[in-house]
């Protein structure tokens, strides 16, 4: 299959859209509050192809979705408030920001570098069913190009992404129009208050309901003046020098590209995908070696390279 092909989503089409998901392709698929754009939340560079396809500036974190409560706690670390609201709205509408599990498998790109994760099981029998065939946790943000509305049909996916040939969905899974409409309700449970990070789906007062009280959050991740801003990206607690092109004493070099030969290298190849998938495991075995310095070389600030870009420049100007 060469370009993007839209197919009524049934037992076939999920059985191959699971198929593409285990390879390592994008896969856009209905849940009850929008489409989201699909890969194997487990391959860094499954994850990586989802910003190219959105053509996305920044590293923003990505949801991954699960298909019950169960398989959560394989990824993520559920204290009892998320455990709470865990029981009691899903599968729906609610996203909950908890610690990585150790050994969670899951690709560093998905949690944009940080020790957190988003976990949902959406509400809808196909994303379920997707989910279940895959058996692979799936990261899925928005299927729409970057600063674009959200997708409540397969044709918006289809009209706002690239084709499969320029990076886009293999397959989109079309099951009409979805229910909600509206992103999920993201909280964060990794302190001992839960945070309301974005509103969405489920209310507030519902949330708070169950936990108690629910903390207003500052609203960072969902500003739609500064999408990706999250002020708690990680950063390599190392500084970085940006467009170098060797490491001085006490230094280490990330490389990029085939004209260097040093150890760590984002992508010996020169490829963009690669390089972005490899960027946060690299600046965190770089940061846990202690150097004095982590010398990064120039990065073609096009495509992905823009986001790796922007990323590293925040890391170096702190
Ligand atoms: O309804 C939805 O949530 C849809 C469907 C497809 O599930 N997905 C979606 O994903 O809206 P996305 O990537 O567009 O939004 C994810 C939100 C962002 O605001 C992001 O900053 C936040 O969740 N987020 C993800 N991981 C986070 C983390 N580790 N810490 C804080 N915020 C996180
Ligand atoms: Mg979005």
């Not at 984002?266 to 972005?276: F, M, Q, R």
Request: hydrophobic share 40%; glycine share 8%.
């Amino acid at each position: 299959m060469i370009d993007t092909s839209i197919v009524p989503a049934d037992e076939s089409s999920i059985a191959e859209a699971a198929r593409l998901i285990r390879i390592g392709k994008l896969v856009a698929f209905p849940t009850e509050t929008v489409y989201g754009l699909g890969a194997d939340a487990t391959q860094e560079d499954a994850v990586a192809r989802i910003f190219a396809a959105k053509g996305r500036p920044h590293f923003n974190p990505l949801i991954v979705h699960v298909p019950n409560v169960t398989t959560a706690r394989r990824y993520g670390v559920l204290n009892d408030r998320a455990e709470a609201v865990a029981a009691a709205f899903w599968p729906g509408a609610l996203t909950l920001v908890v610690p990585r599990a150790t050994d969670s498998g899951l690709s560093h790109l998905v949690s944009a570098g940080l020790d957190t994760v988003a976990l949902r099981v959406p509400d809808h029998p196909i994303g379920h069913a997707l989910l279940k065939a895959a058996e692979r946790p799936i990261a899925a943000p928005s299927a729409n190009r970057s600063g674009a509305v959200s997708p409540t049909t397969a044709r918006h996916v289809f009209q706002s992404l690239p084709t499969a040939a320029d990076g886009g969905p293999t397959l989109i899974l079309d099951d009409g129009p979805c229910r909600v409409g509206l992103e999920s309700t993201v909280v964060d449970c990794t302190t001992d208050t839960v945070t309301l990070l974005r509103p969405g789906g489920v209310t507030a007062e519902d949330i708070a309901n169950i936990v108690g009280s629910l903390t207003e959050g500052d609203d960072r991740t969902s500003s739609p003046r500064s999408p990706g801003m999250l002020e708690s990206h990680y950063a390599p607690t190392t500084p970085l020098r940006l467009d170098a092109n060797t490491a001085e004493d006490g230094a280490v070099l990330i490389g990029f590209g085939p004209a260097v030969s040093c150890r760590l290298n984002l992508s010996p190849t020169g490829d963009l995908i690669e390089a972005a998938a490899n960027l946060f495991a690299l600046l965190h075995t770089a940061d846990a070696e202690g150097h004095t310095c982590i010398a990064v070389m120039p990065i073609p600030d096009h495509g992905l390279g823009r986001a790796i870009n922007d990323r590293l420049r925040r890391a170096a100007h702190r």
